[in-house]
């Protein structure tokens, strides 16, 4: 009986230190979640980080963003999410009876054992080897339910997310035009799942305990009467929002963590990145004390969230552990030591220690539950963080997919060195859709930055009319065609051009996509694409052959071969690749930035000659003399704001020269 009996006061210690244990679980999940891998992010400016690290607070705004992104994740009352929701609900109720059942088989086990009952230890024995595959299954079904329900939840946010960050080219203007969004990579893959994790462990660790002290309550009101239950009830609601108060900061330490840890990243990719040319520069001293910044401040946060975790681990323990251990033992102790209550006035020794064990049992089951609840607070200040930064990426979409974008420009004009500042309006140009012309009127080059390029720009251009455009780095040649391809905004004036599907670009470095050979030359239509357009795979032979590239099929020996073609390609067969996918396309119009430069002079004779023969025009970037035959226009800028749109002559080509 001594040895029962330590057991038992370990035992009823365990009832009022049962918080310890949930905010031990608790600490363990959320340390390893927050200090878990992050995905490399863009640096941050630090007024940007301060803006943003405010928004992560449990207030009437978390609750509404909340509520903003439950809409997405269940679009309707009957869905498979909300089917998961509701079996999660059922196996949650199924597991609290059946904890409900493990207290009290557990205890006539235990009994008929101090009891020497032979008869009564294997009949409930019996019973709990019976039970035991369905409580099984019933722990795993809910592990089955919570991962589909994390993974829907996921792919939901996230297809919600890419349709608008992929509508357009907002995935190009959110990182080259807004600035407010560093990383949206880490947003849309991480966060997002961190977020569906949190809210659905949120909702698990919620109701569970809700359904669990609602059970329990009614269980101990017929064991040790209401006022025990109410009493730990009242101390751990009030000690809830005592911590939940004292740990308000977490959600702010949490977010600031992960964008140090992105910056850190980010630092060290750029290092790989970039390895050659640091390498010709010397610069590994330099990058060096770059490292160690970015290291150091990352440092000096994780060890202020060390020691503020250190402090509210302390008052987690005297307010979750030790005065809980009181409240449990003044609770449990009171209608057993009371001499007039009914309950016990007749009963004998082992029954008092029969109800004493399974009425402790369901007060740290019932302690448990209330410490989830209190400790749930914890989960929201972090969910809240997360909820902030993926609030944030949707109203920059949305801002950014309407033509709204966060960032005053400025124009510049040089006039005796003086700075006349003229505020721009991004979006306030006209464009009218229009084939075979290209037409600039009284247009503001300006770059996102603010920064003048040129000032009033118009010239026009009819189809058949190549036009070459010059002039030193930095005068402004990117930048026209971003703003003839819609990359960046129209600040003033009118643009005439054709539909986006007709004008086509050909950068210096080719994009090579990932998949077959195919896939190369028809980039970005799918083979899917190619077949509705009635090309043929002969068809798209001829147009390597007029790059001289046939050999690759022949090497390959199939359309389909899979290669990474970023690596087996040269430089000139990537630049040739990319003029024979501009001959399947065959837009009206062509943008050629120095797009046959690894090329040879021969065969790029022979390119431009094509380009003619199919009726592509073009607008040509380049410094090659031997290009000037293929243009009938010269637009040359020299980088001071002023321009020139003349026709190429032969004094033209002998000055240019």
Not at 15 to 27: D, H, N, Q, R, S
Not at 526 to 554: A, F, M, P, W, Y
Request: with cysteine.
């Amino acid at each position: 009986m001594a040895a029962v009996s330590k057991y038992l006061t370990a035992g009823n210690s365990s009832i009022a230190g049962a918080l310890l244990f949930a905010v031990y679980v608790l600490k363990q999940r959320l340390s390893s979640e927050t200090n878990g891998e992050k995905g490399a992010s863009k640096p941050l400016l630090d007024n940007d980080k301060d803006r943003k690290t405010d928004k992560a607070a449990v207030d009437k705004v978390f609750f509404r963003r909340v509520y903003h992104i439950i809409k997405i994740l269940l679009p309707q009352t009957f869905c498979k999410e909300s089917g998961y929701l509701l079996l999660i609900a059922v196996i949650l109720m199924a597991r609290t009876y059946c904890d409900v059942w493990m207290i009290h088989n557990g205890t006539m086990i235990e009994s008929a054992i101090i009891g020497r009952s032979t008869t009564a230890f294997k009949r409930y024995l019996v019973n709990f080897i019976t039970v035991m595959p369905f409580i099984s299954l019933v722990n795993n079904l809910l592990k089955l339910g919570l991962n589909e329900l994390k993974l829907c939840f996921r792919v939901r946010l996230t297809n919600h997310l890419y349709n608008d960050y992929l509508t357009g080219f907002t995935y190009y203007q959110i990182g080259n035009l807004d600035n407010r969004i560093a990383n949206p990579d880490q947003l849309i893959t991480q966060d997002v799942e961190k977020f569906c994790n949190s809210v659905v462990d949120l909702y698990s660790n919620v109701s569970k305990p809700l359904l669990d002290i609602l059970i329990y309550l009614c269980k101990l009101n017929t064991a040790i009467g209401s006022l025990g239950p109410a009493s730990l009830l009242s101390y751990l609601v009030f000690s809830g929002l005592l911590l939940t108060r004292l740990r308000r900061p977490i959600g702010k330490m949490t977010v600031t963590e992960q964008r140090y840890e992105g910056e850190y990243r980010y630092v060290n990719s750029r290092l790989i990145t970039n390895s050659e040319e640091i390498a010709f520069y010397n610069g590994n001293r330099r990058e060096k004390q770059t490292i160690n910044g970015t290291f150091q401040k990352l440092v000096d946060h994780l060890s202020h969230f060390i020691h503020f975790r250190f402090s509210m681990g302390v008052m987690d323990s005297i307010i979750a552990k030790y005065i809980a251990m009181v409240v449990g033992y003044l609770v449990i102790s009171r209608p057993f030591l009371d001499l007039t209550n009914q309950r016990h006035v007749n009963s004998t020794y082992s029954e008092r220690l029969e109800d004493y064990y399974q009425s402790g049992r369901m007060l740290m089951s019932l302690a448990q539950a209330l410490g989830r609840i209190v400790l749930a607070g914890r989960e929201m200040t972090r969910l809240s963080g997360f909820t902030a930064r993926i609030t944030e990426i949707q109203e920059v979409l949305k801002e950014l997919n309407s033509g709204r974008y966060e960032r005053t420009m400025v124009t510049q004009r040089l006039k005796d060195d003086l700075v006349e500042k003229i505020p721009l309006t991004p979006g306030r140009g006209k464009i009218i859709i229009a084939d075979n012309i290209i037409k600039f009127e009284h247009i503001p080059l300006a770059t996102p930055n603010g920064d003048i390029l040129i000032r009033d720009l118009s010239f026009e251009v009819s189809s058949g009319t190549n036009v070459l455009v010059c002039g030193p780095n930095g005068c402004g040649k990117s930048s026209l065609f971003r703003v003839l391809g819609e990359l960046w905004p129209l600040c003033g004036g009118q643009l005439t051009k054709p539909e986006r599907g007709k004008l086509f670009y050909v950068p210096q470095r080719p994009y090579m996509t990932l998949g077959s050979l195919r896939d190369q030359v028809i980039y970005p239509d799918t083979h899917e694409d190619q077949k509705k357009k009635g090309t043929s795979d002969r068809v798209l032979k001829e147009h390597l052959d007029n790059v001289q590239l046939g050999h690759i099929l022949e090497r390959e020996g199939s359309w389909d071969s899979v290669q990474d073609w970023m690596d087996v390609l040269s430089g000139g067969e990537k630049q040739r690749m990319a003029m024979a996918r501009l001959f399947y396309h065959k837009p009206q119009f062509a943008i050629l930035d120095e797009c046959t430069s690894a090329v040879s002079v021969d065969v790029e004779d022979f390119i431009y000659s094509h380009c003619r023969k199919v009726g592509i025009t073009l607008f040509t970037v380049s410094h090659r003399k031997s290009l000037w035959k293929h243009h009938e226009y010269y637009l040359h800028m020299d980088g001071r704001g002023n321009y020139e749109f003349k026709p190429i002559t032969k004094e033209t080509v002998e000055f240019g020269s």
